[in-house]
């Protein structure tokens, strides 16, 4: 029993869970202070991971159906050489495609059911917010074969997330509440990016376009990585400017530290995918590597960073509005 349910949330990818708890808490936090409604609230972020999990399943179904359509596809090859998290439970017949698609379609059922309470409770918003969730959720595993994977996290992440969640909570619309989502949006898609930059090679031998393996090479992609790091710490002075919150938003970026640490540990990795970087004590939690230290210790250091961000964040909209 116990290996199943290892199997089910290793399937899931529960480990990129974080993401969504992290963007909700901020949005959940402020909602709060607001006047909102906390109990919608927290059933809202039960709906939004139970959506975020059945896009990690789909993903995987969608693509291990690609893969096995190749003609020069080999079981044994692809297991030797991929990621430890990318399909290979499937390929190593663990569970089969029939299953993952069950357990997707459990999880946007349960995503449905709480979606049906709250709009009974709040109204017509919470169709066009589930709508935008549900869609970009299903549709993820196409888009990024096509470029579109950060725009779409970057919705998912950002405007569907932020404004259903204040939605649920207060009953109105809120422009401020979109704002307030593009720090966290940024960070959340920092997370994305470095997962296809590590895929550089596996994306564009498996027909995948993404905005990383449009570069030249792996170290070349990371400009925009600088890029969006750049960002995730100017983003904050909109929240000032539009009156969100107060200065005390720039103690994220107590966090810079972090952000550079990982962007040359990326440097390290386009020279070398296997290098492992040394484990510092603010690189944890590190719970699981999943046989794939190299990869892996670099998921968690720019989850983690998301994580602390968004805290901090979090923490600094409580003393701004309190």
């Known amino acids: 029993m116990l290996n199943q349910i290892f199997i089910i949330l290793q399937c899931s990818r529960v480990f990129s869970l974080p993401m969504t708890i992290m963007s909700w808490i901020v949005i959940y936090v402020y909602s709060s202070l607001v006047a909102g409604h906390i109990k919608y609230g927290i059933l809202a972020l039960i709906g939004v991971c139970m959506a975020h999990l059945a896009a990690n399943v789909f993903d995987d179904y969608f693509d291990y159906k690609s893969l096995i359509k190749q003609v020069n596809f080999n079981k044994r090859e692809y297991l030797k050489n991929s990621q430890k998290t990318k399909c290979r439970y499937l390929i190593a017949g663990l569970v089969k495609p029939k299953q993952i698609f069950a357990l997707a379609c ?11 309470f709250l709009f009974l409770k709040c109204g ?15 549709l993820y595993s196409f888009l990024s074969k096509i470029m579109l994977s950060e725009v779409t996290v970057a919705l998912a992440y950002g405007p ?43 994306d564009i031998n498996e ?57 040359k540990s990326m440097v390290d990795f386009a020279a070398n995918p296997e290098s492992v970087p040394e484990h510092k004590w603010y690189h944890f939690p590190m719970e699981n590597l999943m046989g794939a230290p190299s990869f892996m210790t670099r998921i968690y250091q720019s989850r983690n960073l998301m994580i602390y961000y968004s805290l901090i964040l979090t923490i600094s909209i409580i003393f701004a509005l309190w």
């Open 207 to 263: 027909g995948h376009r993404t905005i990383a393996n449009s570069f030249n090479s792996r170290l070349d992609s990371l400009v925009i990585l600088k890029w969006l790091l750049i960002l995730a710490y100017i983003a904050p002075v909109l929240l000032c400017i539009f009156d969100i919150a107060d200065w005390q938003v720039f103690a994220v970026w107590l966090t810079i530290p972090l952000a550079v640490d990982l962007y």
């Open 160 to 202: 569907a997330l932020f404004g259903g969640i204040y939605y649920v909570m207060t009953k109105t619309y809120s422009w401020d509440a979109i704002i307030l989502s593009i720090p966290t949006m940024i960070v959340t898609v920092i997370l994305l990016y470095i997962h296809t930059v590590m895929d550089f090679d596996f």
């Open 124 to 138: 017509i918003g919470v169709i066009y917010f589930a709508l935008a969730g549900g869609i970009l959720a299903v």
């Open 106 to 116: 459990i999880y946007l059922a349960i995503a449905a059911l709480i979606g049906t």
